[in-house]
């Protein structure tokens, strides 16, 4: 569930759609989040231009979805995080994009670890990134949802809000029928399954839904939302009717727009709070 259309390295190489004032002022930093035997891992640092010493801003992290193959470009490289790490920047914000090792569904637990890594480098290196280590936001795309349901279960206050833009809410309806009895292996497949890691004390959360993905992932969406409801959690859901998987590259009209000016305020609001 990677951004992939015919040409994949095209489609990586696709800017984000939407623009703000400032963002062709950003630039960004280059560090190494964590070794590996894979190799090091890259995390850029999106910041707004001329803070004072020692200023500190909101972050967002943006979750790159997957399963990914280890030899495309790392995530940093593509043109929607270039595009989104600007942008927060552009926002007041900290932009903080990165590579995780989603390289398979075996390998959920590798990716995790990954993403728990690159979270704890950043409020480590709060100071030298300008980060503000408590007001985070999560924001994940496509098949990077699953890594959104720790956040949703453990409740860190530093987790400000999430975001899933077209993203896989719910691994369960891909379970097989050796899964179904298989205590452990239904354990895990719970584990990264937002829509069951969900409760009345998860964090704000804001889905975007594209009207023309696959429809089995848009029914893990759908179940999430309902789920949410259930629990009466602070939920924004909004639909792009016609738009396709990775709309905001891809479809080029005013309600891709309207979706990524709406998740700006919403996590503006959740900065403010």
Do not use: K
Request: hydrophobic share 40%.
């Amino acid at each position: 569930m990677a951004n992939e259309q015919d040409d994949p390295l095209a489609a990586l190489r696709a800017p984000l759609l939407y623009r703000a004032p400032g963002m062709e002022r950003v630039t960004a930093r280059r560090f190494t989040y964590r070794q590996t035997p894979d190799g090091d891992l890259p995390l850029n640092v999106y910041a707004p231009p001329n803070l004072s010493a020692g200023e500190r801003r909101p972050a967002v992290v943006f979750i790159h979805g997957g399963p990914i193959s280890p030899e495309l470009p790392p995530a940093t490289e593509w043109g929607i995080y270039r595009g989104y790490g600007a942008l927060a920047a552009a926002s007041g914000w900290v932009g903080v994009t990165f590579t995780h090792r989603f390289y398979s569904w075996d390998a959920l637990e590798q990716a995790e670890g990954d993403i728990a890594a690159v979270i704890a480098y950043t409020r480590e290196h709060a100071g030298e990134l300008n980060v503000d280590a408590e007001r985070l936001c999560l924001w994940a795309f496509s098949g990077g949802g699953p890594f959104l349901a720790s956040a949703l279960r453990e409740r860190p206050a530093y987790v400000r809000c999430l975001v899933a833009y077209y993203t896989l809410l719910d691994v369960r309806p891909m379970a097989s029928p050796e899964d179904h009895t298989d205590d452990a292996a239904m354990a895990r497949i719970t584990r990264f399954s937002p829509a069951a890691a969900i409760n009345p004390e998860s964090p704000a959360i804001l889905v975007a839904r594209a009207g023309q993905d696959h429809p089995g992932l848009n029914a893990t969406i759908d179940g999430f939302i309902q789920a949410a409801l259930s629990a009466n959690v602070s939920l924004d859901a909004l639909n792009h009717a016609h738009g396709q998987h990775s709309f905001d590259t891809r479809d080029d009209v005013p309600r891709t727009r309207e979706i990524v000016h709406h998740t700006l305020a919403f996590v503006r609001e959740r900065f403010e709070a």
